[in-house]
């Protein structure tokens, strides 16, 4: 479990804004379960859910799959980015 403040950190160049409506809908979507604790002011904690568990799973197989392929990307799109002037 994570505390907000935790998170920010950890996700660099999140606005305070967008990190509670990213939590909100991940939340809704059963992805992360928030727990809050009758401190003062109130203590919260994010968990990510064992369905969110299965997504980062595949997530971290397209997150290496995008390590091993980034020079062909790169290469394809300096292809298309110098052929873009040209007709069909």
């Known amino acids: 479990p994570l505390r907000f403040n935790q998170i920010r950190r950890i996700v660099e160049g999140i606005s305070q804004k967008m990190l509670s409506q990213t939590l909100k809908q991940l939340e809704r979507d059963g992805l992360v379960s928030r ?7 109130v203590t919260v904690e994010y968990s990510v859910t064992p369905l969110g568990h299965s997504l980062a799973e595949k997530m971290a197989a397209v997150s290496l ?15 298309y980015d110098a052929g873009v002037g040209e007709t069909a």
Not at 35 to 41: D, H, I, S, Y
Not at 65 to 79: F, G, P
């Open 35 to 41: 727990r809050a604790f009758a401190t003062v002011p």
């Open 65 to 79: 799959w995008a390590q091993d392929n980034i020079d062909s990307v790169l290469s394809a799109q300096a292809k």
